[in-house]
């Protein structure tokens, strides 16, 4: 037993997610077809989605890790589409997307405003939210991963909009889908029902099927989408645990493309490598590991600096332009053969 105090949590008050004002609801989704991608296409995107196309010519796997605010931004239709499709292989996260996906498959809103909130401590204080500390309480007691458990939960209880839901979406259609926290920094972690020895066992399953994924990726693609630190770090531990079994059977895994997508901006000769300790560039995660450090030995990356609601609606157009044909071109080979 630890000799320090610790917080009572008996003493919080939960309360109904129907008293919580949302920040993002279902009129601010973006959908296939629902309208021309804003903006112009940022540059080097149409080599992003023509690496991706090639990757599943050859059927190597497209993994994309994305931060919270892809699902707040309405994005979701648009990646459950892409993982229907199968031009998306594997999504991953962290406990943010999770929440925030759960909350939107749950009541179709989310995203509650931090600012007003937590000057009564109501922050992240909502019943309905904390079922998916029970979530991972089952998956960990069942050794599943904290991703594909939360996507059969939705499923299975058939909530209200899970069709908006991506690990809904990546359970049907049997997707790998991997979520990976941080214990303390997610809502449901105030809550009292919370187990943390089953989030990290969950989360350190979803890991390991994340590093099996990452086995197959070369020919194949990495996506980082608004993810500053847990994408980049959960991937390079990944790919080092990938290089190094590889290495035992005299293998490499150095041929493959990345791509990040953030609105941090990097000088234009970003590919020249990081700037030294000194300055505040080095210290983004993404331009270090992601698009210089793990592709300095045959890789390729690209930088996409743009907001989301820009440059993920553009992406899915010029992927389904040309990469739904591809799929299913790969389909009708494989029933013939």
């Known amino acids: ?186 809502i449901v972690h105030e809550h009292p029902n919370c187990d943390g020895a089953a989030w990290g066992a969950a989360s350190y399953t979803d890991f390991l099927i994340f590093a099996a994924g990452l086995e197959r990726v070369e020919g194949g693609v990495f996506l980082n989408v608004g993810s500053a630190v847990c994408g980049p770090e959960v991937y390079l531990k990944a790919l080092s645990m990938v290089r190094n079994v590889a290495a035992t059977r005299g293998a490499q895994v150095r041929s493959f493309t990345t791509a990040v997508f953030d609105i941090v901006p990097l000088p234009c000769d970003w590919r020249s490598g990081t700037p030294d300790k000194t300055q505040p560039g080095y210290y983004f995660r993404p331009w270090k590991t992601i698009l210089i450090r793990t592709v300095a030995d045959g890789g390729t990356s690209y930088y996409i600096c743009a907001p989301h609601r820009q440059s993920i609606p553009w992406l899915f157009h010029l992927l389904t332009q040309r990469a739904g044909k591809v799929v299913r071109e790969a389909s009708d080979s494989a029933k013939a053969a």
């Open 1 to 186: 037993m630890s000799r320090y105090r610790k917080f009572d949590r008996s003493r919080l008050v939960l309360r109904p997610l129907a008293e919580r004002a949302n920040l993002v609801t279902v009129a601010d989704l973006i959908f296939p077809g629902q309208q021309v991608p804003p903006g112009s296409c940022p540059t080097e995107l149409p080599q992003v989605a023509t690496a991706i196309c090639r990757a599943r010519e050859k059927g190597r796997p497209v993994i994309l890790f994305f931060g919270g605010h892809l699902i707040k931004e309405g994005l979701a239709p648009l990646i459950c589409s892409l993982l229907r499709q199968g031009i998306v292989t594997h999504i991953a996260t962290n406990g943010s997307g999770l929440i925030h996906d759960f909350e939107f498959a749950l009541q179709g809103a989310t995203s509650e405003s931090v600012p007003q909130n937590i000057r009564d401590g109501r922050f992240g204080m909502w019943q309905e939210t904390g079922a998916l500390n029970d979530i991972a309480r089952s998956a960990a007691q069942a050794g599943e991963g904290l991703g594909e458990a939360a996507g059969r939960y939705i499923f299975e209880h058939s909530l209200p909009y899970q069709h908006l839901s991506v690990f809904a979406t990546a359970w049907q259609v049997g997707t790998p889908a991997t979520v990976h926290v941080s214990i303390g920094q997610d």
